[in-house]
């Protein structure tokens, strides 16, 4: 596989932005809500953490999150707090008493989203969306536009409607790939190609249908894209949207600036799963609780002495404020089984390796959990009364 730093050797010193949108396409989850204190929370966390953007709500669904925005941006002092809009007039309005400056409105682009979902066509989407993004940009926003399902549309409407949006002063054109079919190359290619054909700046919005919304908002970037929208946690419709976590950590990996603090990555991961009420896996790149851990015997012995044998500097857990763990388990070797019993004090000679080994397996096997310090001194223990 081809190193993103390799993909990115033409784009030295380019700075990406991340937009962030757990409040809003993050909620959307199936089965997730957030109390109002639990999206002060985030937004906070975010903000600390370095997103450039915040999705904070959608006005329209009422005066309770009309309030719940206000209350979020009095919180926000670095990243910019955004509200979601449909293209309508009413969305406008709602927007207008949530005390920002950034709206964003969505536009359906292709032929299943405007005849199915609005019995609308292309000439409709084209004169709403400058209507209303002058109309906005007359009240003092500051709009971005959003093509909704863009990766079933035809490249020369998405350039279309950029254009129009664009004479309209909006300040930047979101594509998304509503549905999550779009793979690596082709998100590459397309950013690529609309970057060239455009005069907005572009922003990727990927969907995680086919596990793929990470590696395609990376490609995206490489291709151009200038703003990246994501979620913690990776949370969204469906299978969710590009992980906050895993982008950042990827675009820096690359050489990519983008002013995240990687090192708060961490902690934020954890606030959002505690208010959504989805636990992190414990292999959760970059944030789960197991990532950093190190079993077989090959991986530990070559570890301990020089981790940069299975431990890229760029993927470090130092890196983002983690520590190396060593297991103990079925597959530990005598270099990580010694170097345990030395920590916790007890005897490591040869004779105890030998039989602690057989030991470690069952326990293993019989537990499905690692051998934790007190698990070792019991068996440490075992065998000396076996052995008086």
């Not at 400056?101 to 299943?112: G, K, L, N, Q, Y």
């Not at 990470?214 to 894209?225: P, Q, R, Y």
């Not at 103990?328 to 105890?352: C, E, V």
């Amino acid at each position: 596989m081809t190193p993103v730093s390799d993909l990115n050797a033409n784009l030295p010193n380019r700075r990406v932005l991340l937009c962030d949108t757990t409040l809003r396409d993050g909620e959307q989850t199936a089965g997730v809500a957030f109390s109002l204190d639990e999206k002060i929370a985030i937004a906070k966390a975010l903000d600390q953490v370095g997103v450039a953007e915040i999705e904070a709500g959608i006005a329209a669904m009422g005066d309770d999150d009309v309030a719940e925005i206000q209350a979020i941006v009095k919180q926000v002092t670095h990243a910019a707090p955004v509200v979601w809009c449909r293209l309508r007039d009413y969305d406008l309005e709602m927007a207008a008493h949530c005390g920002t400056r950034r709206i964003h409105f969505a536009v359906p682009t292709s032929e299943a989203q405007l005849r199915g979902k609005l019995r609308a066509d292309r000439a409709w989407a084209l004169s709403e969306t400058q209507r209303l993004v002058e109309l906005a940009t007359a009240r003092g926003f500051d709009v971005s536009i959003g093509a909704e399902d863009a990766s079933r549309t035809d490249t020369s409407f998405l350039v279309a409607l950029a254009e129009t949006a664009a004479r309209a002063g909006a300040i930047r054109y979101r594509i998304a790939d509503t549905l999550g079919i779009l793979d690596p190359m082709s998100a590459y290619r397309l950013a690529q190609e609309l970057t060239a054909r455009i005069s907005l700046p572009l922003e990727i919005h990927a969907h995680n249908d086919f596990g793929l919304a990470t590696a395609n908002t990376i490609m995206a970037a490489i291709g151009g894209a200038t703003h990246l929208s994501v979620t913690v946690n990776g949370l969204g419709e469906r299978a969710g949207n590009a992980a906050l976590e895993e982008v950042a950590a990827a675009m820096e990996s690359g050489g990519l600036n983008t002013g995240i603090d990687l090192t708060a990555l961490s902690h934020l991961s954890q606030i959002v799963a505690d208010a959504s009420g989805r636990n992190l896996p414990e292999d959760k790149p970059i944030t789960g609780k197991m990532v950093f851990a190190h079993e077989a015997g090959i991986h530990v012995d070559a570890i301990l002495k020089n981790a940069s044998t299975y431990e890229d500097p760029r993927c470090a857990p130092e890196r983002f404020g983690r520590t190396r763990q060593f297991v103990l388990g079925k597959h530990s070797g005598t270099a990580g089984l010694r170097a345990a019993l030395n920590s916790a004090g007890l005897p490591s000679d040869d004779q105890i390796l030998a039989a602690l080994k057989p030991k470690l397996r069952a326990h293993a096997i019989n537990t499905k959990r690692p051998v934790t310090a007190s698990d070792l001194v019991a068996m440490v223990t075992r065998l000396a009364l076996q052995e008086g």
